[in-house]
């Protein structure tokens, strides 16, 4: 059995993709670990591979260091954590833009006000010292002159929901993830006309 942490403070919404995309592997556990009290994640029902976790900053290396993961996915997670963290596990992250570009806070909403026409997320390894980290991942999102910042947010939402599941899931089984993993028309990936990302594939 794999255990795979998703790391989030968001509410259900930010856990869903992932939630529904392993929901019938039965060979991975899910953790979802959130540093947020009033999110809604922890009314889920809980089963033998499902569970919650409430990760305070102040507890976070205790836990990791106690707590054995195959990996953990980190996705809009707020509180800051100790960089000696990443030394407990493997752990990847999902940034919203195309690192380098807009590196920090706040990267969709500056790459949007840049007026830059290409944005799109990147998904790479966390590592203790930064100076190691190595993108496994990143898609464009295309902004057109009539594109407004909500659309622009939701097109980026929609990629991630696709994608970060299928990267997840290819590091899990230490494989590299291929542009095709999106066209492969597996569950959880695009099946071809990429409606699920309402454009932002293409």
Do not use: W
């Not at 500056?110 to 997320?121: D, P, Q």
């Amino acid at each position: 059995m794999k255990v795979l942490g998703i790391m989030s403070s968001g509410n259900y919404d930010s856990f869903k993709a992932f939630l529904e995309y392993f929901k019938s592997k039965s060979d991975v556990k899910i953790v979802c670990i959130c540093d947020n009290l009033r999110s809604d994640i922890f009314n889920i029902d809980k089963t033998d591979n499902l569970t919650t976790k409430y990760l305070s900053p102040e507890t976070a290396l205790s836990y990791f260091n106690s707590n054995h993961f195959d990996l953990i996915a980190v996705y809009d997670y707020r509180s800051k954590l100790d960089d000696n963290i990443y030394n407990f596990g493997k752990f990847i992250n999902l940034h919203k833009s195309l690192l380098p570009a807009f590196k920090g806070d706040n990267a969709l909403y500056r790459a949007f006000e840049s007026g830059v026409k290409v944005s799109g997320v990147t998904i790479h390894t966390l590592t203790s010292t930064h100076d190691n980290e190595k993108i496994l991942a990143q898609y464009p999102v295309l902004i057109s002159n009539l594109t407004h910042f909500d659309e622009f947010e939701l097109m980026t939402k929609n990629l991630v929901d696709m994608m970060y599941p299928i990267v997840i899931d290819k590091t899990l089984d230490n494989k590299l993830f291929d542009f095709q993993d999106l066209l492969s028309g597996s569950k959880g990936s695009c099946s071809g006309n990429c409606g699920g990302c309402n454009g932002s594939c293409h």
